[in-house]
C-alpha cells in the first residue's frame, strides 16, 4: 500500500514537472487497480463472484481513466461488452446453483446497477448508444424480470438484510 | 481385474457387531443422512465420517454398539440441517466495530479453555460440536457486509473442531460463507474455543464452552444435567438467547464519552507476530477473595492496583496516566439470557507520577471501580453507544469503515495502557467437577496495547493470565513480584505451552528490530512533512 502511494505519487511528481497529458492518473489508476485486485485480501465475503465483479468494475474505472486521458473513444465500445460478458458469468454462476447461492446475490445485483448507470450514460449521452449497450440493457432487465418473477421473496429479504440501518 | 480394498475401520466394527445391532446402525446412518440432505456432498460425506470415527473409537474401547448408538443419537444434528437458514441479526452496539476496525493481522478474539483430566478424544469431540451447534444457532452464522453495516447471517455447514496449531486468539478466517465466527481446538487435555468478539462475550462464550464440554462428557458416558450456565443441547433455542439486549437498556439523561487523553504505554516494540507472549498466574482463589477481603476491596480493584504499580515499573513515559480498561457485565443490571455481547467498559486512571504502591493505591482504585462499574455510568454508556449508531446509521460502510478502524485504534487502544477482564467465579456443575482440572481466559491482544490481562475463577483456582505484544518481560515480573508479596504462591505457565518461544534468536531480533525501525524511520518522514505535534510524539516514543 504504502509502496504504491509512493509510486503513484513520484508519477504525479513526475508527470507534472514534465507536463503534457496525464498520464500519472493512468498509473494511479493501475496502482490502485493492483492493489484492490492482487494485494488487498478481502476479510469477509471473499466469494468468486464478488472477487469478478470487483475485478471488472475497477478494470471499467481504470478503462475509463484510460480513454478520458487519450480520447480515443474505444471505451464506448469496450465497456458495455465487459459488463455484459461479466453479468452473463455471474448470472450462469448464480442462476445455476440458485439454492447455494440465493444468500449470495448482490455481486450480480450490484453489477446489473453498474449496467444501469451505463445504459442510462448512454441515455444522456455520456457514452454512445451502440450494439453493445442495447445487449447490456437487455441482459440487465432480462435478469430484473426473472428476479422479480421467480426471486422475489428471496431478493426482498437479502436487500432487506444488506440495507438494513438498525 | 477386480483390486480389493482394504476395509475401512469402521466396516470391521460394523462386521463385528451383531445382525440387530448392524440394522440399528444401518438406521441410525439413513437417518442422519437424511437430516443432513441439504448439504452439499462433501461436507455429508465428513459428518457420516464423523459418526464413522466416533462409532470405532467405541468399538475399540468395549462399548456396544447398542450403547454407541444411544450415546450419538443424542448428538445428533436432527433436523438442524434439514432447511434452509433465514435468520439474519444486526450486529449488537457493542460488535459493530469490531469487523469495521479488524485487518489481516489483528482481530478482537479472546479464548476460553477447560483443561479436562485426560487428554481429549478428537473423534467425540468432533461429535460434540455437531451436538452443540444446534443449540446454538446464533453461532452457526457467518458474517457479511451491508451496505450500512456488517450483519450475521445463518449458515448451514460442518462446524469443525481442529488441534491447535496456530498461536491463541489468532485472527480467523471469516472470509467465506462457509468460515466459522469461532475456532474449537485442542491440544493433549486442553479444549479451547477462540471466539470473534461480534459474535459472544465472555459470559456468552462460557456457556457455550460448557455445553460443548459436557456434550463431550456425556458422549464419554458421564451425564450431566443442563443448569447454571450450561444447556441441553436437544431443547429448542429461544429468542431471548439471540436478544441485542443492549435494547432493554433505558437512555440516560446524558451521554457518556469515549474518549479521555492518551495514556502511558508500557515499553517495549511491538512484536511482527503477536501474541509474543502468554503467561497464566494460577492461584488459589480462596487465599485470593481473603487477601482482598483483609485490604477491604474486591479482586477485581486488588488486580487493578497491581497492574497500576506494575505498569508504572514498566513504563518510561514520565507524564500522562496509566488508564486501565475494565468490561462489565451488563447482566449484573439487567436480567437476559442472551449469549450475544452484552458487556460495556468502563476505566480507571491514576496519574503516573501519583502511582505508590499497590496498597497505597486501593482506595482510589476501590473508588474509582465502584464509580466506573455502576449502573448510572453503564446505561450512560449504552446512551453514547446507541447515539453514536443513530448518528452513523445512514453513512456508507465503505465510508465508515476506514475512519472507525483509526477511530477504534485511537479510542480503544491509545486511551488505555492495559485491559483486565474478570469473567467472575464460573459455576461447574457437580457431575462434571471430577473431570476438570481448570478454565482459562484469554484476552486476545488489542492493536497496540501491550499487555491484556484476563482472569476467571473455577473452583479453587483463579487463573490470571497476560497475553503481550512485546518480549519485554517488565510487567509480568512485577505483577508475578506483587502476588508472592502478598502470599498469593502464583504457579506460573504460558507461551512454552502454546509453543511459543519465550527466547527469540538474536537473528529474529535483528529482523524484528530492523523491520520495525524501518517503518519508524518511514512514519517519521511523513510526520515530518505533515504533523510537526506528531514528530514530536514520535520522536518521544
Known sequence: MFLLSAFSLISAVVNVSTGGKAWSLIVVAGAWMFWLNIVKKPLIENSAANRLSQLLLSSCATLMVIDLIYGSGFMHLVLPILMFSMLIILGAIFFLNFRKQRRNLMPLYYMVGGAGLTVLGAFIGILRFNWATIVLAGISAFYLAISIIWFRAPLLTELKKRFHVG | ?541
Open chain 2, 1 to 541: 481385474m477386480h483390486i480389493r480394498r482394504k476395509p475401512t475401520p469402521y466396516r470391521l466394527f460394523y462386521n463385528s457387531a451383531a445382525d440387530n445391532e448392524q440394522a440399528a446402525l444401518d438406521r441410525f446412518f439413513s437417518e442422519t443422512a437424511e437430516n443432513i440432505m441439504l448439504l452439499p456432498k462433501r461436507q455429508r460425506t465428513a459428518i457420516l465420517e464423523d459418526f464413522e470415527k466416533a462409532f470405532v473409537y467405541y468399538g475399540k474401547n468395549g462399548i456396544s454398539a447398542e450403547d454407541a448408538i444411544k450415546r450419538l443419537s443424542y448428538a445428533s444434528p436432527g433436523d438442524f440441517y434439514s432447511q434452509t437458514p433465514t435468520d439474519w441479526y444486526p450486529l449488537d452496539y457493542a460488535a459493530k466495530i469490531y469487523p469495521m476496525s479488524m485487518n489481516s493481522r489483528w482481530m478482537a478474539v479472546f479464548r476460553l479453555s477447560v483443561y479436562f483430566n485426560a487428554d481429549i478424544v478428537p473423534e467425540l469431540l468432533q461429535i460434540a460440536l455437531i451436538g452443540t451447534i444446534k443449540r446454538f444457532p446464533f453461532f452457526a452464522t457467518s458474517i457479511k457486509k451491508g451496505f450500512f453495516w456488517h450483519y450475521i447471517d445463518s449458515a448451514r455447514h460442518r462446524f469443525i473442531s481442529e488441534p491447535e496449531s496456530k498461536r491463541p486468539c489468532a485472527p480467523l478466517n471469516i472470509s467465506t460463507s462457509s468460515s466459522q465466527l469461532f475456532r474449537v481446538v485442542y491440544y493433549k487435555e486442553r479444549l479451547s474455543v477462540e471466539y470473534f468478539h461480534i459474535l459472544t462475550d465472555g459470559t456468552g462464550g462460557m456457556i457455550f464452552l460448557k455445553t460443548l464440554a459436557a456434550e463431550y462428557l456425556r458422549l464419554l458416558g458421564v451425564n450431566i444435567p443442563a443448569g447454571g450456565g450450561l444447556l441441553n443441547v436437544n431443547d429448542e433455542p429461544t429468542e431471548s438467547e439471540s436478544e441485542n439486549a443492549f435494547e432493554k437498556v433505558a437512555s440516560a439523561d446524558s451521554s457518556a464519552g469515549f474518549a479521555a487523553k492518551n495514556a502511558v504505554q508500557l515499553r517495549g516494540r511491538i512484536s511482527r507476530v503477536v501474541p509474543a507472549r502468554i503467561i497464566h498466574f494460577e492461584m488459589d482463589s480462596s487465599r485470593l477473595v481473603e487477601t482482598a477481603k483483609e485490604r477491604n476491596c474486591t479482586v477485581t480493584a486488588l488486580i487493578l492496583s497491581f497492574m497500576l504499580e506494575a505498569s508504572k515499573a514498566a513504563s518510561e513515559e514520565s507524564k500522562g496516566s496509566i488508564q486501565i480498561q475494565v468490561p462489565v457485565n451488563m447482566r449484573k443490571y439487567y436480567r437476559s439470557d442472551t449469549i450475544r455481547n452484552f458487556t460495556m467498559y468502563g476505566y480507571i486512571s491514576v496519574p503516573r507520577s501519583e502511582v505508590g504502591t499497590a496498597d497505597t493505591l486501593l482506595p482510589e482504585v476501590t473508588r474509582q471501580l465502584a464509580q466506573i462499574t455502576s449502573e448510572e455510568n453503564m446505561r450512560r454508556m449504552v446512551t453514547a453507544t446507541k447515539n453514536l449508531v443513530k448518528y452513523l446509521k445512514f453513512i456508507p460502510l465503505f465510508i465508515k469503515q476506514p475512519i472507525a478502524a483509526i477511530i477504534y485504534s485511537k479510542l480503544a487502544d491509545d486511551v488505555f495502557t492495559s485491559t483486565i477482564s474478570n469473567l467472575g467465579v464460573v459455576v461447574i456443575p457437580d457431575e462434571m467437577k471430577p473431570y476438570v482440572k481448570k478454565l482459562d481466559f484469554v484476552l486476545g491482544t488489542g492493536v497496540k496495547m501491550r499487555a491484556t490481562c484476563s482472569m476467571v475463577t473455577a473452583g479453587s483456582v483463579t487463573t490470571l493470565s497476560i497475553a503481550k505484544q512485546t518480549y519485554d518481560r517488565s510487567f509480568e515480573t512485577q505483577m508475578r513480584r506483587l502476588l508472592i508479596e502478598h502470599g498469593l504462591e502464583p504457579v506460573l505457565s504460558g507461551s512454552e505451552e502454546y509453543g511459543i518461544k519465550d527466547n527469540i534468536s538474536p537473528s529474529r531480533r535483528a529482523v524484528e528490530y530492523l523491520a520495525g525501525g524501518a517503518k519508524n524511520h518511514f512514519v517519521s518522514a511523513i510526520g515530518f512533512f505533515v504533523n510537526k505535534r506528531r514528530r514530536k510524539r514520535i520522536d518521544r516514543g
